[in-house]
């Protein structure tokens, strides 16, 4: 059986470089002892005993090459979730984001929104959950859920809707009880919430969207989040740029803290509020139009072009003020940093030191429930 020394060196970054190209993932250092171990798996599984003949199979375009891609994808990304991830991003959603663009969809009553990277659907389920109960009237609106995946095996999961007592470690009882059965030991979400979720399985770094034929346009919310920390920077891009021709106008793009240092974010209005950075379509012809606040607009800091300027420039007053709002705001700031980033102003000191005073600092007051 082929081990993790089989693979040559030269070998086992033509894989890494094919992987790339056909699903953007990066493959670090650390991790090709455990490729190695994911691509014996896969040639014990087909029957074969030739590194350099399963590096063939995958290479060529052909239906057993896109589904052997469809096997090994399921081993490569990571299919941990649960309902309610990140409680501070999901309280901007219910307090501030989604009553806006409810606000701002009155009159259509039609509300597209998308979890991209959705894993076993806890995050889909999430958002449905929220808009059931943020709209005062659902069935009088067209609501589109989607939540898409690279990986089928996790998307089967979602499908189910079935979950066990790991996937609600910070969801509250009342939830439980009020969207979900508890059928031997596993929690089956209620029909009416599953049938508000359409899931679909796609490459992100690979197909092309939008496009007339698919879910992935004018869509008013997106949610990528713990998706692109397994990308490379220049598929982080490329996936940047489809969000934005597929969001609508004034359309959110929420990702996981720090998913996007160093990229080019300039298409984007980027939102810093006490809970999340976030990121807002904005179009030419919509830049210079007077409108009202909305309350989500009256709680960040101005936009910049570059995040990396914004953090730098505001960063230094936000961390002065004694002021527990303004702390978050800067925990927020600090986080979408390398690490290792020095604050002049503050002493040189770096992101990551300043993240842990300020977390320090915070926790007596903001204690996350257990």
Known sequence: MLNS?????????????????????????????????????????????????????LKSSTSESYQEWKKLVNLLTNSESYFFRDKDQFDLLRNHLLPELIKCKENSKTLRVCSAGCSSGEEPYSLAILLEELLPNPEEWNLTILGIDINQEALHKAELGIYRPWSFRRVEKEIMQQYFQLINHQYHINTSIKQMVKFQNLNLFKEVFPCSNSELQDLDLILCRNVFIYFEPSAIAKVLEKFYKALQPLGYLITGHAELSGQNLSQFQTKVFPESVVYQKITDHLIDTPKLLSPAEQNHIPEKQSLLQLNKEDLGNALEKNNIKMQQVALNLLKQLPPETQIPKLGNLTAAQLILQLEKGLKPVYQEPQ
């Open 5 to 57: 020394k089989s693979l040559s060196k030269e070998l086992i970054e033509a894989f890494i470089q094919l992987i790339a190209k056909h699903t953007g993932l990066e493959i670090r250092e650390r991790d090709k002892a455990t490729l190695s171990e994911k691509i014996a798996l896969r040639m014990k599984d087909i029957k074969l005993d030739v590194p350099e003949s399963y590096y063939q199979l």
